[in-house]
């Protein structure tokens, strides 16, 4: 017999469009590459227009089509995911509580600027495993011991990173660690502009994307 044709109402971006019911439910989101943003809560250290640095580097995020994830937290990742948002992107984040309760009033976390947010209920180290593996690449900011851990557990992991450099120090600290690692890793773009940063890390996630296992 014949299909019924209808259509579904999705809210994107701030804007209502229409979308054949028929291709949403045949397709998936899977391929829309996912970057975490790694980076300080606490940002005293992170030097001047860290702000504006962090916010361009979330706008370009979703500019080129990706989804933010971050660990949920104020600072760096909160400006970044603050960039995304502003020009309609999708944020992700992944909180160390167990609850919202929790992350809010135990963590002091905030739940602005993401659109879900995953309550792992591993604290800080188990969470930061879950975020680097639930994503496709990291990009590291301004940052903390944090920040570091994020970087080795992708660096081990083999994912694409990215070293976000500005005004602070984690930037050379970063590149500090990777030359005395006694490993070679040609999957790490070093770079002041967003723009290009994203670009390339996008470019190097599609290179090693992998693909919808189809059942015949």
């Known amino acids: 017999g014949s299909r019924r044709h209808c259509f579904t109402y999705l809210l994107i971006t701030g804007n209502i469009k229409k979308m054949d019911s028929k291709n949403f439910y045949e397709k998936h989101g899977h391929q829309q590459y996912k970057i975490c943003i790694s980076g300080a809560a606490e940002t005293g250290h992170c030097g001047v227009d860290a702000l504006e640095k962090?916010?361009?580097?979330?706008?370009?995020?979703?500019?080129?089509?990706?989804?933010?994830?971050?660990?949920?937290?104020?600072?760096?990742?909160?400006?970044?995911?603050?960039?995304?948002?502003?020009?309609?992107?999708?944020?992700?984040?992944f909180s160390p509580a167990t609850s919202e309760r929790e992350h809010v009033e135990t963590y002091k976390l905030p739940l602005d600027y993401?659109?879900?947010?995953?309550?792992?209920?591993?604290?800080?180290?188990?969470r930061d495993l879950l975020l680097t593996r639930s994503s496709d690449a990291v990009i590291c900011g301004c940052g903390r011991v944090?920040?570091?851990?994020?970087?080795?557990?992708?660096?081990?992991?083999?994912?694409?990173?990215?070293?976000?450099?500005?005004?602070?120090?984690?930037?050379?600290?970063?590149?500090?660690?990777?030359?005395?690692?006694?490993?070679?890793?040609?999957?790490?773009?070093?770079?002041?502009?967003?723009?290009?940063?994203?670009?390339?890390?996008?470019?190097?996630?599609?290179?090693?994307?992998?693909?919808?296992?189809?059942?015949?």
């Open 146 to 216: 944090g920040t570091i851990h994020e970087f080795t557990i992708a660096f081990e992991d083999g994912k694409p990173l990215g070293i976000y450099e500005g005004p602070w120090e984690m930037g050379d600290q970063l590149k500090e660690i990777v030359a005395k690692s006694h490993r070679v890793n040609n999957n790490i773009v070093n770079t002041d502009d967003p723009k290009k940063m994203v670009a390339e890390i996008m470019a190097m996630i599609k290179a090693h994307k992998v693909g919808e296992y189809k059942i015949l």
């Open 54 to 93: 962090a916010k361009e580097l979330g706008r370009e995020i979703a500019r080129q089509g990706a989804v933010l994830v971050s660990g949920a937290t104020t600072g760096f990742p909160l400006w970044v995911a603050m960039g995304a948002k502003e020009v309609g992107g999708i944020s992700i984040g």
């Open 114 to 126: 993401m659109d879900l947010i995953v309550y792992t209920g591993f604290g800080y180290a188990g």
